[in-house]
């Protein structure tokens, strides 16, 4: 009875580890393309604010200066402290008001101690839109403490300061990345790659991928070699935006998740975990009860 107790303990721990490796095989968690967040009149308070902190720690780039938590610069002053301050800065203005001028024009009023070199919201780099001020604004009510009081009327929603709105992020990406200075996208760019603007009816969107990884990978016939460096250090997210926008410009449609596959999809492989975990334990119940009854046939 030991002996079999013993089996049967073993077949568990196999099952429990084959079950503990196929778990790590399922992603932690896929790189998701940042889902585009629009703010429109009826955008409600929350959301406004949550949109806000996701521009002002990414496009905003006021982190270069400023920290809204443990991590950002102490070229400017801690925005964890605006709102309270806000309403003491300018007598006769009220915090909301000042907020919205120091993002706007930051030149107003320069806090004391620190120099003026805060650039305005609206103007490069940043280049926020009216509606995404407000939205900056919104989470650095929160962030204080207080109630979101910014309410985006339509007017700051045609936004003529934004020159690049509508832009593709993934062309955007290109542009930075300098893909465009190589290479013709839907008729702008250089001449010394290939013309990419439709790669991607000629490429999968894994090879893409690949050859921005590992521009080895193959060379376009009729182009010179080596030429092309690699991209290998900019997220992987971004990697993803530059295909989808490729796989558009080709007519196609591409989600970066890389749901093209069903095999890729992390609620398909979850579900072949559990299918292969309890075929594990249908099975080695079975063959405990032969043991079992071999150990009481001897
Ligand atoms: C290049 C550095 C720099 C960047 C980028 C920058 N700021 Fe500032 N900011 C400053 C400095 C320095 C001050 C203090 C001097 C002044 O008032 O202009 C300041 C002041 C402020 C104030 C007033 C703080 C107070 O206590 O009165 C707010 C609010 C603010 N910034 C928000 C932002 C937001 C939001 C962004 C991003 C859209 C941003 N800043 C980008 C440097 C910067
Ligand atoms: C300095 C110039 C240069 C830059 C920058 C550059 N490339 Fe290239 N790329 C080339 C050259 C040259 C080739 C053709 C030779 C080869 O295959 O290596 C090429 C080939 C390619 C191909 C293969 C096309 C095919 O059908 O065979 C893809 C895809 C590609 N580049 C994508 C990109 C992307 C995306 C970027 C930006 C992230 C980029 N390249 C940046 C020079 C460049």
């Known amino acids: ?81 605006a709102l309270a301050r806000a309403a003491s800065r300018k007598p006769g203005m009220s915090a909301e008001d000042y907020l919205l001028e120091s993002l706007t024009t930051p030149d107003a009023f320069v ?52 020159a690049r709105q509508g832009v593709h992020r993934g062309r955007e990406l290109m ?23 439709k790669v991607a009816a000629a490429r999968t969107p894994e090879e893409i991928l690949r050859k921005m990884v590992n521009p080895a990978a193959w060379t376009t016939k009729g182009f010179e070699a080596g030429k092309m460096p690699s991209f290998e250090h ?18 196609g449609s591409y989600s970066p998740t890389g749901a093209a596959s069903p095999w890729s999809h992390e609620g398909v492989r979850l579900g072949l975990v559990i299918l292969v975990f309890n075929l594990g334990m249908a099975l080695a119940l079975v063959l405990a009860r032969r043991w079992e009854g071999k150990g009481a046939s001897s």
Not at 120 to 131: C, D, I, Q, R, W
Not at 138 to 158: C, F, K, N, P, W
Not at 178 to 185: E, I, K, M, S, Y
């Open 1 to 81: 009875m030991g002996w079999t107790l013993t089996k049967i303990s073993a077949f568990v721990l196999l099952i429990v580890s084959a079950y503990a490796y196929l778990g790590q095989l399922v992603p932690q968690f896929e790189e998701h393309a940042p889902a585009k967040r629009t703010i429109s009149v009826d955008t409600n308070a929350e959301e406004l604010a949550s949109i806000g902190r996701e521009l002002l720690r990414g496009k905003g780039g006021c982190l270069v200066c400023h920290k809204d938590g443990e991590t950002g610069n102490e070229r400017g002053p801690d925005l964890r402290q």
């Open 111 to 162: 806090v004391t101690g620190y120099p003026n070199i805060m650039p305005s919201a609206l103007k490069p780099p940043a280049n926020l839109t009216p509606a995404e001020v407000k939205a900056v604004v919104s989470y650095l009510q929160v962030l204080g403490g207080g109630e979101v009081t910014m309410r985006i009327a339509s007017g700051d929603l045609a936004a003529g300061s934004n």
């Open 175 to 197: 542009d930075e990345s300098a893909c465009t200075g190589c290479h013709l996208v839907n008729g702008e760019g250089g001449t010394v790659g290939p013309d990419l603007t």
């Open 234 to 251: 900019l997220p992987e997210g971004e990697r993803h935006e530059i295909v989808a926008y490729l796989v558009g410009l080709a007519g």
